[in-house]
C-alpha cells in the first residue's frame, strides 16, 4: 500500500529564518507530487507540483522554493521567512499515469511565523 | 479550468440525508467533476468522481445533471463525522493535472 509522510507536523520560526519542510511517498514510484497552502480560514493554494525528478511547476511567485531530489521525495523550502508564510501546509500525491485522478494527502505540516 | 460555485454552508440532520450542490457553468467536455472534503486541521480526502455517468461508492453518490452543468454530492445517512469542508473540483486528467480547490461548503451535521 501506499503511505505519504510529512515532517515536521508543527513549527514555529522567527520571521528572517529559513524553512525546509519535507514529503516522501513510499509504495509507488514516479508520482506526481503537489505542494499545498491553506492560511487560516481559507481554502488550499497550489504552490508546486512536480511530475518528475528535477521538474517543478510554480503556480504562485513568492518567496518560497520546492525541490524534488529524488524520485518519491519533494521539498519546500524558503529561505527567509515572511509572516505571511504561516499556514498549513500539504503534501500530496497521485499516480503519474491514468485517468484516476485522486490526489493522496499528508497529515499536514502548520507553520506559525512570529 | 472551469470555476465552480457551491453554497458556502450548510446544515443537516444526523441519520438524514445531505445534498451538496455545484454548479459548473464552464466546464469543458474532458474535465471531470472531483468532490473531496476536508475535516478541521486534516489534510482533505477523496470521495468520488465523475465525467458524465453518475457514480456511487461507499462514502457517497455523485449525480451529474445530463448538460453537465452542475452536480450533486449525495451523503445517503449523514453522521456527526461527516462535518467538514466539501469542495466540489473540475479538472481534465492529464500528466501534469492539478486540482485548484475553492472554498467549499462547510457542512455541519447536527444530532
Known amino acids: 500500500s501506499q503511505t505519504i509522510h510529512q515532517w515536521p507536523a508543527t513549527l514555529v520560526q522567527p520571521v528572517g529564518s529559513p524553512l525546509s519542510l519535507e514529503c516522501t511517498v513510499e509504495?509507488?514510484?514516479?508520482?506526481?507530487l503537489y505542494w499545498y497552502r491553506q492560511a487560516a480560514g481559507r481554502g488550499l493554494q497550489l504552490l508546486f507540483y512536480?511530475?518528475?525528478?528535477g521538474q517543478i511547476s510554480s503556480e504562485v511567485p513568492q518567496n518560497l522554493s520546492a525541490s524534488r531530489p529524488q524520485d518519491r521525495q519533494f521539498i519546500l523550502s524558503s529561505k527567509k521567512l515572511l509572516l505571511s508564510d504561516s499556514g498549513f501546509y500539504l503534501c500530496?500525491?497521485?499516480w503519474g499515469t491514468g485517468a484516476g485522478g485522486e490526489l493522496f494527502f499528508g497529515e499536514g505540516s502548520r507553520l506559525t511565523v512570529l | 479550468d472551469a470555476k465552480t460555485t457551491q453554497p458556502p454552508s450548510m446544515d443537516c440532520a444526523e441519520g438524514r440525508a445531505a445534498n451538496l450542490p455545484c454548479n459548473h457553468s464552464?466546464?469543458?467536455?474532458?474535465?471531470?467533476v472531483y468532490w473531496y472534503r476536508q475535516i478541521h486541521s486534516q489534510g482533505p480526502q477523496y470521495i468520488i468522481h465523475?465525467?458524465?455517468n453518475n457514480e456511487t461508492n461507499e462514502m457517497a453518490s455523485l449525480i451529474i445533471t445530463e448538460d453537465r452543468k452542475s452536480s450533486t454530492l449525495i451523503l445517503p445517512h449523514a453522521t456527526l463525522r461527516d462535518t467538514a469542508v466539501y469542495y466540489c473540483?473540475?479538472?481534465?486528467?492529464?500528466?501534469?493535472?492539478?486540482?485548484?480547490f475553492g472554498a467549499g461548503t462547510t457542512v455541519t451535521v447536527r444530532a
Open positions: 465523475g465525467l458524465k
Open positions: 464552464t466546464i469543458s467536455g474532458n474535465e471531470y
Open positions: 473540483i473540475v479538472s481534465p486528467v492529464s500528466n501534469d493535472y492539478k486540482l485548484s
Open positions: 500530496a500525491w497521485r
Open positions: 512536480s511530475v518528475g525528478i
Open positions: 509504495g509507488t514510484s514516479n508520482p506526481n
